[in-house]
DNA sequence: CTGAAAGCGCTAACAA
DNA sequence: TTGTTAGCGCTTTCAG
């Protein structure tokens, strides 16, 4: 008992400490961070000081030194501007409702937060926006930032590389540029998704693609046409969408109007192959019995999805812990190459094909 | 042209800037800060030099003198505990996906960006975990927390209110304590369901309720129970999920077997009514023609479900605005009384009732 | 209206 | 191994 330290007064100091301890701010600087030559019984004192006091380091003061923070930006580049969910006054979020970046958040939340780092969660949606990302940046209130962008026209991967910010991208930028990021192997993804239709015995295939300004779109596009192509297939049809729901729903449409016999989907997302499932079912077909689909990400959208999705999976917690540690690496090592990590999605079976 | 900073060297200071506009750097520190009493014409010379210097204010050195940082804690609670979605080496934060959670992170954005505030995302689901956010706000990483509890006996907000750290919590606590929170009439909301089912014409009516150790879960229980009481159902059949799809989907199971004449189901949430409306269509009753479902948030679930849900709509966004702006009223005037919001739900028809 | 000067709390040389 | 000292960059009295 008693261990309570005083309440009401401002919190205690160094100082403080350092006088309690009957030593010098330097000493008990070191056994706070945990510097070695510091005498075991001194540290013992310290210790008891430091609980006795009730001390906590002001990271300000810190940061003011050692010029690091320990906190990292987490930034939604390019979010909000479609929006099928109501408008209701405010310029909603679709982003943080999307089942995909739920897993990316908790990839990098469940990798930085033993760590003792947490994420600042930032959109990126307008010009003004960004400069904001960049001034945080450069006001060091994070020392360094993890991009999800969620279309490939995004400038702010260039305004990183040229303010000299440490970054990480999720997702190969449009342009190629001097910056680190984690990607999947899309085409091959879509390769995975053809295979699987071919070997269904499909024989009227065609697909939903995701916006085409994305890399990782025209990517699972490409994988997927060029795998039908090796099977025979030269021609599939495509309509783009822009990876929600009611998109997938909408292209569905459009190909039954055009191709009333069709018996393969491959849509390149879970979000927007759901879409196609209610469209599907709603018109009389069975899934998979008369159409099969395949979806991509594996979200938790293909999990709530009747029939439930097949689907290809990318491990998006992986991706995004590697990217987390891509950032803290590049921050221990600023003279570093820049690095990409990229890896395999996975054919994941379930009912839809 | 020319305006363009010098590269490489380090970040100029205050005392660059006032070099560079021959004046003082209290001076420079007034103009940047938007103090009053500073001579037009120096005002704009002063401009001018932190235009050509690159200069951006370093954030640690502020907060130093300041004690503010302009940042807050959005701390998740109580989350990840029990999960569905696959488990993949990783705890899932299956928080993260839940529609309404994006809702509320999305509201808080919102409001908090125009400020120039951003939230820095927290997890608090172990003892150690929460001791680390409270080591965080005592560090003056953030100036204060925004809580999303996501069950009820969550130590966190009584650990807050005892260590006088400024918060307000998403939904009241369950047992009273002296912090700020906004909600939602639960009950009314309840109430709301009942009148409609019975309006209806439902005659077999029963509830999926929340995990009932949450205030909200028996809030709504409570106000759906004695709507119903006083349209003559004294007796209602309960089953209680935990908030996610598949609970909802197990729940509808047992009401069936045990009242296969069911005619009207309120689920707690639109997840668990989702989940049961997946089983009744599976088990051959229409919905709403034979059972009529009814949620409650109006989350994005609802819209992605067929039928697409009746639900008790739920003002997520402006909630969570609200909350954000209590947080900076607080943190304004320090010593205030705390204060609650009680937000209106609403009924929202659609197809499933 | 402006400048000089005193710290905010901490780390990191450098000495001892 | 420990203590002394000099700042980190900024705000803010207090004089002028």
Redesign the interface.
Known sequence: MSEEPV?GSA?PTLEDVARVAGVSRATVSRVVNGVRNVDPEIQETVRRAVAVTGY??????R??VTRR???V??VVSGAGEED??GE????????????F???V???I??YL?PR?I??????ADTGE?RS?VL??L????ADGALLVSTHGEDPLPRMLTEADQPAVLFARPARPLPISYVDCAHQDGGKLAADHLVARGCERVATIAGPLDVPASQDRLSGFQSAMARHGRPYVPVVEGNFT?GSGSRAMERLLVEHPDIDGVFAANDLMA?GAV?VL??SGHRVPDDVAVIGFDD???A??C?PQLTTIRQ?V?NMAAEMASLLLTALDQPDRRVTSVVFEPTLVVRQSA
Do not use: Y
């Open positions: 309440r919190s906590v380091p002001n990271n300000a003061a940061s003011l923070v320990g906190s930006a987490l099928e969910i209701d006054g405010f310029s909603t979020r679709h982003i943080f409702g999307d089942p970046f739920g897993r958040v908790g990839g939340v469940d937060r003792g947490h994420p600042v969660l930032m959109l926006a904001q001034a945080f450069r006001q060091g209130n729901i759901q209610l079912r709603e979200s938790s959208a999990l709530s009747r491990p917690e």
